[in-house]
Structures are given as C-alpha cells and as structure tokens.
C-alpha cells in the first residue's frame, strides 16, 4: 500500500501525524516491556547475591520451576475452578446489573427511592458478608461466585445507570415530540448512548470479579487459585503463593485484554459506519 504525498514525495501533515501517533504507541509499549525486563531481572538479581532473602519474596526463576513443577501436578484443574468462578461471577453481575439499570431508568420514581441503597451497598465491605453467604448458600463455589457477583453488580447498576441516564436530551425531546414511548426512547436512544459506560463497566468488572472469588476462596475452597495462596501462606511455601498470585495476573491480564479488543472492535465498526461514503 502505497503512502499518500503531497506530490513532492514528502508525507502529507495527515500521515505525518499518523506516524507521530504509531511512533508514539511503540515508544510507550517498548518502555512497557523494558521496565517488566528490569523489574524480573532486578528481582532475580538481588536474590541471587543474597540482598533480598528468597524465602519471605520467592525469585522469578523459582516461581516458573514451581509452575512447571504444579503443571505436572494438578495446577490446571485449580486455575480451570477459579477461571469457571470468575466467568459466572463476572456474567451474572454484568447481566443482573445492566437489568436492573434499565429498570431503574424506566421508573423514576424507582431511580430515586433505589439512589440512597446503592451508595450505602456500594460502601458497604463485602468481605464482612462472608459469613452469612456460607450460612445463605453453604460452603463452595455458590458462595465463591456470589461474592464475585455481591463485588461487581452495584458498580455495575451505578455505572450503567449512569450511562443511560447521558442520552443526549435533544435526542430525547425530538423522539417524545414524534410520540415516541418511552420503551422506544430506550431503544433508539438510551441505550446506545449507553454503549461506552457498559464497555467501561466490563472493563472494571474484570479486576474485581477477580477481586471477589478470590476473597470467597479465601473464605471457603478446597480448590482453585486462591485456594494455593491460602495454602502455601499457611505451610510458609512462598514460592506457592508467588506462583499462583503470577497466574492470577496473567489470566486478569488476558480477560482484560480480550474486553479491551471487543471495545476496539466496537469503535472501529461504529467508525466505519460514520465514515462518509466514498464516491
């Protein structure tokens, strides 16, 4: 593909300042890795001259052996239950969230009477509720998933109600003056509007649906990531804990980066359709 000049050769300002931007971005990916290289390599450094004890920080060359070591073992299985946990905690929350958000936006009066609940739950620490989940649900993965879904649904129903509620009010009134209901409102305005506070909710609820199973298989497990990190604090294997604490980062990471694309997507599409016609 050929670049576009102004007729000289030279770039036009247009792709000059496409390649600032891509300059730009590889600069801040480079530094990006540069600085994890330093972290891993000055981490393994101190331990290996004796600065930094091993025993209480683990090194990163004996956290990839006991991974190594746990994937001949069972290490799968325990990541597949708090990667199962986090997926259902992670979907019934958004779900449930975004539901109850437009059922709110329907009934005003709803909206109002609901406002001081959802700041006072919002506020509310969940861990404390521990107890009472294994009392209401019973010990394992309900009471793990839940506390993922306690965690993330209010945030979500504040954040999507937040969005439904920025619709843009010419937008609204031109709609109700052509006799538009209010159900149509929600479909041809509200809800795309609210599009980029959903995505944003994704995007949050992926660190504290992690967040919540862990604290519930903190609370009560026999298997899963939070599980081994329960465990080895207790037996002091703090290669254990180091190692499983790494694979929750990495598959947070993952999840992330697998909404963050959907959002790109999203843009790049809804772009696309703006874009005029080429004649």
């Known amino acids: 593909m050929k670049r576009k000049t102004n007729g000289s050769g030279e770039l036009t300002p247009h792709e000059r300042y496409l390649l600032g931007v891509r300059r730009g971005k590889l600069i801040v990916r480079l530094w990006q890795i540069l600085l994890f290289i330093a972290f891993i390599g000055l981490w393994e450094l101190l331990t290996a001259v004796g600065w930094i004890d091993p025993f209480f920080t683990s090194s990163p060359s004996r956290i990839i052996a006991t991974i190594a070591e746990l994937m001949a ?66 010990s394992g993965a309900k009471a793990i998933v839940l506390m993922a879904v306690l965690i993330c649904i209010i945030v979500t129903v504040i954040s999507v109600l937040e969005g439904l509620c920025s619709a843009a009010p010419d937008k609204l009134l031109l709609l109700r003056s052509m006799g538009a209901s209010r159900l149509q409102l929600l479909r041809y305005a509200v809800l795309p509007s609210a599009v980029p506070a959903f995505l944003s909710v994704l995007k949050i609820n992926v660190g504290l649906s992690w967040v919540g199973t862990v604290m519930g298989e ?56 703006r874009a005029p016609d080429k004649i």
């Open 73 to 138: 073992d069972d290490f799968m299985y325990h990541i597949g239950v708090t990667l199962l946990e986090c997926t259902i905690g992670f979907t019934v929350s958004m779900a449930l969230g975004s539901a109850i958000a437009v059922c709110l936006w329907l009934s005003e009066a709803a909206q109002k009477i609901a406002e001081p609940y959802l700041v006072v739950l919002n506020a509310l620490p969940k861990i404390a509720l521990g107890p009472l989940l294994i009392i209401w649900v019973g």
């Open 218 to 273: 903190y609370l009560v497990s026999g298997a899963g990531l939070g599980y081994l990190i329960v465990y080895g604090g207790q037996v002091f294997k703090t290669d254990l804990v180091m190692a499983a604490t790494v694979t929750l980062c990495a598959l947070a990471a993952l999840m992330y980066g697998a909404v963050a694309l959907a959002e790109r997507l999203y843009t790049r599409s809804k772009n696309k359709r």
